[in-house]
C-alpha cells in the first residue's frame, strides 16, 4: 500500500503526525488488517478551513504513486484535542469524488 495522508491544518502546530505514523507501523486503526507493507508517499494538510486544497494534495499524492489516501484522525476524530473537523464530510466527499475508484480511501488513522 502506497498512502498518502491528509490531516488538519488547524492541528499541526500540536501534533506531529506521530499517532498516524505508529497507526501504520503497527498496523492498528484505520490500517489494521493490511498485510502488504505500507510506504508514506505523503502527508500534507488540508490547506486550512474549510478544506479545499485537500483535492489538489490527494490529486498530487496520487500522481506520485499513492493508491491509498487516509483522512487523520483530528480530521474525522478530533484527535488530539476532542474536535473533529467540521468540514471533514464535505472535504472527504470533494476528494473522493476527484479521485473516484482510482484508490482507497481510510476515514481514520488512528
Known amino acids: 500500500m502506497k498512502v498518502g495522508i491528509i490531516r488538519c491544518m488547524q492541528t499541526e502546530d500540536y501534533c506531529p503526525g506521530s499517532g498516524d505514523f505508529a497507526a501504520i507501523r503497527n498496523k492498528k486503526g484505520g490500517f489494521a488488517g493490511v498485510e502488504e507493507e505500507i ?3 505523503g502527508f500534507a494538510n488540508c490547506g486550512g478551513c474549510p478544506g479545499k486544497k485537500a483535492v489538489l494534495r490527494a490529486r498530487e499524492m496520487v500522481k506520485r504513486g499513492a ?3 487516509a483522512f487523520a484522525s483530528c480530521i474525522s476524530l478530533g484527535n488530539p484535542v476532542g474536535f473533529p473537523c467540521p468540514y471533514a464530510d464535505k472535504l472527504k466527499e470533494i476528494v473522493k469524488k476527484d479521485l473516484g475508484d482510482k484508490v482507497q480511501f481510510i476515514d481514520s488513522t488512528h
Request: no cysteine.
Open 39 to 41: 510506504q508514506i508517499l
Open 67 to 69: 493508491d491509498t489516501i
